[in-house]
């Protein structure tokens, strides 16, 4: 097998490595109702997924009238408690998302993890479906401390760090992650398939993808153009 371009991959997890939209529409909608305001559709949730369970709370609340801050921190506190205990209900890899984990296994990639999500739930998450032992490393938007997660780009020199150096690229489907990647100096794709918040092709990734399967040979593209240049 030739020589893959890159040691590390790492991935942001609610709607790029997962399908995280239904156990997070139920939770936000258990705090809404809490808040007395009428529930999200789950057709509309992926508009308020990305930055982590604080934004998409007040995305929410937003668009229903409006944020009460004196409440906001205990309904925040309602919100992950209850997605704590209701995490892996309905979650499932996207599409070739298995396959594409050990195609990366097999070149000797250490993946990663790098999500807005809170690092406990990202690691229980993991846990329930049983592919925890799949990452090198997962760092969690708070694990760095406050005002370091994506789109800064902490989060992904740590995750370099914590895999022991080496060629990186970061996989992501909102513009936190672009933004993120781009600011640490890393190549990004994007998914078409995610919880884009903007068109996928105007996220300003280096390459984009429908499926899976496509990945691999996406980034065997972009290691080409990076020993080009």
């Known amino acids: 097998m030739a020589s893959f371009p890159y040691n590390i991959v790492g991935f942001d997890l609610d709607g790029t490595l997962l399908d995280t939209s239904r156990d997070l529409c139920v939770a936000l909608n258990h705090a809404l109702a809490l808040a007395g305001r009428p529930p999200v559709p789950f057709a509309d949730v992926t508009r308020h997924v990305g930055g982590g369970a604080a ?5 929410a609340l937003t668009e229903s009238g409006g944020v009460d801050e004196a409440a906001f921190d205990g309904l925040q506190a309602e919100l992950v408690a209850f997605y704590a205990d209701n995490i892996a209900h309905h979650t499932t890899f996207f599409p070739g998302g298995a396959a594409m984990l050990d195609a990366l296994d ?13 690092e406990a739930l990202a690691v229980r998450l993991f846990e329930e479906l049983g592919i925890l032992h799949r990452f090198a490393c997962v760092i969690g938007g708070d694990t760095l401390g406050p005002g370091r997660a994506k789109p800064k780009p902490d989060m992904l020199h740590a995750m370099v760090a914590r895999c022991g150096g080496g060629a990186a690229a970061f996989v992501g489907d909102t513009t936190f ?3 993120a990647a781009k600011a640490a100096g890393l190549p990004v794709v994007a998914v078409r398939f995610g919880f884009n918040d903007l ?5 300003g990734a280096d390459a984009v993808i429908d499926h899976f399967e496509e990945l691999v040979p996406a980034l065997e593209r972009l290691g080409c153009v990076k020993d080009a240049a």
Do not use: E, H
Not at 55 to 59: E, T
């Open 55 to 59: 934004q998409m709370l007040r995305s």
């Open 106 to 118: 097999a070149r000797g990639v250490k993946i990663a993890i790098a999500t807005n999500k809170k």
């Open 177 to 179: 992650d672009v933004g």
């Open 199 to 203: 068109p996928a092709d105007d996220l």
